[in-house]
């Protein structure tokens, strides 16, 4: 596997009327990572998210992708085209459309959604969506309209939509809140899978969930890079189990 890092963040900042949401945060990604990024409350994870995708600008910094490609002043369509993808916590689905019908849109993204289900398929095309259906786990709910599927399988359909843009890195955020134990692990198993061949980075508060499947995880805190390291070496270090004190919802102790 190459040693050259597929995003590489370098003193990012990013200032909102004088707070420093982030201040000066460096993060570096290697190809096939599933990067864990963790911290309490406010402490800039998803700004961080959105600075990467270019949903916000970063005030300085450095932000270089797939080697050195400049991304800290692209435009967010520019920067999803080169390969980032996206995912809020949210599931922006076509709630009125069957989950097949969902990944056929997502692959052909420059055709109005009439002009896309009129197209003919070609059979490649439906090669790779019924993969991509198998993957996330939803082949047997092809022809079951988005709106009636479960809170984790609409989150599963979106990760399948973003995965037929064939993104290098993806970038999640929160995606097990609100689901239940059997999906928030078949959710950690469709992770571990996809970074066979992409890299994956997920902002998140279920702890349980990071032990369970973080190789190395990153903490953040007011804005900075404050530990990075294997889950057993983050909680064990007794700066970030003091930052965590007194955060309610982030519960850094070993369960």
Known sequence: MTTVPILSCEKVTVAFDGFKAVNGMNLELMPGELRFLIGPNGAGKTTMLDVICGKVKPASGMLRFNGDIDIGRKKEYQIAELGIGRKFQAPSIFFG????????????????????????????????????????????????????????????????????????????????????????????????????????????????????FATKVTVMHEGRLLKEGTMQEVQSDKVVSEVYLGHGRDNLAVS
């Open 97 to 212: 459309l069957t989950v097949y019908e969902n990944l056929e849109l997502a692959m052909s993204q420059n055709r109005s959604v009439v002009a896309t289900l009129r197209a003919k398929l070609s059979q490649e095309d439906h090669i790779r969506i019924m993969r991509q259906l198998d993957m996330i786990g939803l082949s047997h709910r092809a022809a079951t309209v988005a709106g009636g599927l479960s809170h984790g399988q609409k989150q599963w359909l979106e990760i399948g939509m973003m995965l037929m843009q064939e993104p290098m890195l993806l970038l999640l955020d929160e995606p097990v809140a609100g689901m239940t134990d059997t999906e928030t692990e078949k959710t950690g198993e469709l992770l571990q899978e996809i970074t066979k061949e992409r890299t994956v980075v997920v902002v998140e508060h279920d702890m349980d969930f990071v032990r369970s």
